[in-house]
């Protein structure tokens, strides 16, 4: 093949990836319909209600409940489930940083543990290690859209009696045994964050199978108060997280494409699978075969260094040489400043030992995947079986020049 693109040879890809959300006159349809009926708040209008009766049939619930973004909906469903001060939460260390910050928002303590290696899920051995007699949850994780052990999961807190919290936000769609997540707990939650695979710019959900769950969940969501009681009567201390009608107009017209959507993403994402871990040092995500069907928020594989013959990172900047889109993995969670605390303005955690030191943890399995995982963005995904392939002929390129990438460093 010709010289690496970084090295200033030819990329292989030269037409961009169709960007990312897709939009048409639906949307704009919709958004005319709120403009024009000067009802722009949910309390009023009716797009908001009819995603949340839409969101909730996807599911084979009740109503959802839609709130302002992915991490208020992880808040509200911890108040919602009655988590606060003196619980402890167990939350996978691989994970975006709101997973364990609305922990700590309910003022609840998120005990970190460690994840899968094959799926990077939240490892449920891990899980039931540091359950405590404090221990009121665990928040699940489907990474990359990749159902954690849901069969593991809710045995565990069953026959624990804790709660069992999804966070969707990668997972728009995904199965485990025919079921679709979010409704295997207690409660799931759903972002549709500007890059998610449904998405309103913001905006979030919460389904439970659960009334109880979603009647408290609307109450703390909608400032506290109650269906049929006067408006300016406050029954809970809840805040202000409604989703806006504008919103809502946009994501019912994401959703009337969503499955077609998702086929195409599966379709391609398992093409990538077979062709991408025939490439030596080239590790996709494992999938499970309870997994019916992946959200694929993203597209991971893992980087084995001395296979490929160059470091991730390396492999990171040709890729994007190339003109394959990728974004970053997130890093561990004990890792950020905020729980480093190195400036002295985060605060301090106590936990049931005292003061909780994460900057201590040890967590091998999250920290190797942090350091070795390539995110490609869902671009990938979403066009032909040629677009997908496009990302195989640039992984092959690069891997067949590693010895270049070893020479820059």
Same mark, same amino acid.
Not at 328 to 341: G, Q
Not at 385 to 394: K, S
């Given at each position: 093949?010709?010289?690496?693109? /970084?090295?200033?040879?030819?990329?292989?890809?030269?037409?961009?990836?169709?960007?990312?959300?897709?939009?048409?006159? *639906?949307?704009?349809?919709?958004?005319?319909?709120?403009?024009?009926? +000067?009802?722009?708040?949910?309390?009023?209008?009716?797009?908001?209600?009819?995603?949340?009766?839409?969101?909730?049939?996807? %599911?084979?619930?009740?109503?959802?409940?839609?709130?302002?973004?992915?991490?208020?909906?992880?808040?509200?469903?911890?108040? $919602?489930?009655?988590?606060?001060?003196?619980?402890?939460?167990?939350?996978?260390?691989?994970?975006?940083?709101?997973? !364990?910050?609305?922990?700590?928002?309910?003022?609840?303590?998120? =005990?970190?543990?460690?994840?899968?290696?094959?799926?990077?899920?939240?490892?449920?051995?891990?899980? @039931?290690?540091? /359950?405590?007699?404090?221990?009121?949850?665990?928040?699940?994780? %489907?990474?990359?859209?990749?159902? !954690?052990?849901?069969?593991?999961?809710?045995?565990?807190?069953?026959?624990?009696?804790?709660?069992?919290?999804?966070?969707?936000? %990668? !997972?728009?769609?995904?199965?485990?045994?025919?079921?679709?997540?979010?409704?295997?707990?207690?409660?799931?939650?759903?972002?549709?964050?500007?890059?998610?695979?449904?998405?309103?710019?913001?905006?979030?959900?919460?389904?439970?199978?659960?009334?109880? =769950?979603?009647?408290? $969940?609307?109450?703390?969501?909608?400032?506290?108060?109650?269906?049929? @009681?006067?408006?300016?009567?406050?029954?809970?201390?809840?805040?202000?997280?409604?989703?806006? @009608?504008?919103?809502?107009?946009?994501?019912?017209?994401?959703?009337?494409?969503?499955?077609?959507? *998702?086929?195409?993403?599966?379709?391609?994402? @398992?093409?990538?699978?077979?062709?991408?871990?025939?490439?030596?040092?080239?590790?996709?995500?494992?999938?499970?075969?309870?997994?019916?069907?992946?959200?694929?928020?993203?597209?991971? =594989?893992? /980087?084995?260094?001395?296979?490929?013959?160059?470091?991730?990172?390396?492999?990171?900047?040709?890729?994007?040489?190339?003109?394959?889109?990728?974004?970053?993995?997130?890093?561990?969670? %004990?890792?950020?400043?905020?729980?480093?605390?190195?400036?002295?303005?985060?605060?301090?955690?106590?936990?049931? +030992?005292?003061?909780?030191?994460?900057?201590?943890?040890?967590?091998?399995?999250?920290?190797?995947?942090?350091?070795?995982?390539?995110?490609?963005?869902?671009?990938?995904?979403?066009?032909?079986?040629?677009? !997908?392939?496009?990302?195989?002929?640039?992984?092959?390129?690069?891997?067949?020049? $590693?010895?270049?990438?070893?020479?820059?460093?």
């Amino acid at each position: 093949m010709n010289t690496l693109a /970084i090295n200033g040879g030819p990329p292989v890809r030269t037409t961009p990836y169709k960007t990312w959300p897709h939009h048409d006159d *639906a949307e704009r349809k919709l958004l005319s319909e709120v403009l024009e009926s +000067d009802r722009w708040w949910s309390s009023q209008g009716t797009k908001v209600h009819e995603f949340e009766r839409r969101w909730g049939e996807f %599911h084979g619930t009740d109503r959802a409940v839609a709130v302002t973004n992915g991490s208020h909906a992880i808040d509200v469903a911890l108040l $919602a489930l009655g988590i606060g001060a003196g619980d402890e939460v167990i939350v996978p260390a691989w994970t975006f940083f709101a997973t !364990a910050a609305a922990v700590l928002m309910v003022n609840a303590i998120p =005990v970190l543990v460690d994840v899968d290696p094959a799926t990077g899920c939240i490892d449920p051995t891990a899980a @039931e290690a540091a /359950i405590t007699d404090r221990t009121a949850a665990i928040i699940a994780v %489907h990474i990359a859209g990749h159902p !954690a052990d849901m069969d593991r999961l809710t045995a565990l807190c069953q026959q624990r009696g804790i709660a069992l919290v999804e966070d969707c936000a %990668h !997972a728009h769609g995904s199965r485990w045994n025919g079921q679709i997540v979010g409704t295997f707990g207690d409660a799931g939650t759903y972002s549709f964050q500007a890059s998610k695979l449904m998405t309103g710019g913001e905006g979030g959900a919460i389904v439970s199978k659960r009334t109880d =769950v979603l009647e408290r $969940a609307r109450s703390y969501g909608d400032c506290g108060r109650q269906p049929g @009681e006067w408006f300016y009567a406050h029954f809970a201390l809840g805040g202000n997280y409604r989703m806006s @009608e504008w919103q809502g107009a946009v994501l019912l017209a994401q959703l009337d494409r969503f499955e077609d959507q *998702a086929r195409t993403r599966d379709a391609n994402s @398992e093409l990538l699978n077979e062709q991408l871990a025939r490439i030596p040092g080239v590790h996709p995500q494992a999938r499970d075969p309870r997994c019916d069907r992946q959200g694929n928020y993203c597209y991971v =594989v893992r /980087i084995e260094a001395d296979e490929f013959g160059a470091d991730r990172e390396s492999v990171r900047l040709a890729l994007g040489a190339e003109g394959i889109p990728l974004t970053m993995s997130y890093p561990p969670i %004990h890792r950020l400043d905020v729980f480093r605390e190195p400036h002295g303005f985060a605060p301090r955690w106590r936990s049931r +030992d005292g003061m909780q030191d994460f900057a201590q943890l040890s967590l091998p399995t999250t920290e190797r995947l942090a350091d070795t995982t390539l995110w490609f963005t869902t671009a990938v995904l979403m066009g032909t079986r040629e677009d !997908a392939l496009d990302v195989v002929a640039a992984v092959e390129k690069v891997q067949s020049h $590693a010895d270049e990438l070893r020479s820059n460093r």
